[in-house]
C-alpha cells in the first residue's frame, strides 16, 4: 500500500510529461522601474515583501535576484529609497524615503511575482507629491527596517531623516 502511494506520483509525472515538478518553487523578484538616465538617480536601497528581505542595492533600471518564498495571497510591500546615491559607494546613503506599496502582491505555487518599484504602484514619494501618513512611516522605520532608521527619525510629510539625540528624539 505504502509502495503504490509513492509510486502513483511518479507514474503520474511520467505518463504527464515534463511539466511535472516534484519540487515545486515560488519566487518573488523587486523591479526597479525608476529610470537609469536621470539627473538623480533612484537607488532601491532595500525591500521587503511577506517574510523576504531584500537587503541587496537595485540600481535604476535593474531587478533583484529572484528570491525563494511559499505562495502567498496579496501582501504589501516595503521599500527604502536612496535617492542619488550610488550603489557602488561603500557608505551608506543619507537620504532616505519610505514607501509603502499601493496594494499587496501574491504569488502562486510554481510562479515567480515581481515587485515593479515606482511611484505609480508605491506611495510616500514626497517628490512625487505622494506622502505616507506618519503612523504609516513610524510602521515601516520601526519595524520593517529598524537596523537602517535605527539613529534617525523620519518625517513622513518631508521625506526627510532628522538624527536621534541622546534621548533618542530628534
Known amino acids: ?27 518573488v523578484v523587486v523591479d526597479n522601474d525608476y529610470p537609469p538616465s536621470a539627473a538623480r538617480p533612484i537607488v532601491v536601497y532595500q525591500a521587503v515583501w511577506q517574510a523576504v528581505p531584500f537587503p541587496n542595492a537595485i540600481a535604476p533600471g535593474a531587478s533583484s535576484g529572484p528570491q525563494a518564498t511559499v505562495p502567498a495571497s496579496d501582501n504589501t510591500a516595503y521599500v527604502v529609497l536612496a535617492p542619488g546615491w550610488d ?34 504602484t508605491f506611495a510616500g514619494n514626497c517628490a512625487a507629491g505622494s506622502a505616507l501618513t506618519q503612523d504609516q512611516a513610524d510602521f515601516i522605520t520601526q519595524l520593517v527596517f529598524p537596523g537602517v532608521f535605527a539613529n534617525v527619525h523620519y518625517d513622513a510629510a518631508t521625506c526627510t531623516t532628522t538624527p536621534l539625540g541622546d534621548g533618542g528624539t530628534p
Open 87 to 120: 550603489p557602488t559607494s561603500s557608505t551608506p546613503p543619507t537620504e532616505l524615503v519610505v514607501l509603502q506599496s499601493w496594494g499587496g502582491f501574491d504569488v502562486h505555487l510554481n510562479d515567480t511575482v515581481h515587485i515593479p518599484v515606482g511611484d505609480t
Open 1 to 27: 500500500m505504502i509502495r503504490s502511494a509513492v509510486l502513483l506520483p511518479a507514474f503520474a509525472c511520467a505518463v504527464l510529461g515534463a511539466g511535472c515538478d516534484p519540487h515545486p518553487q515560488s519566487y
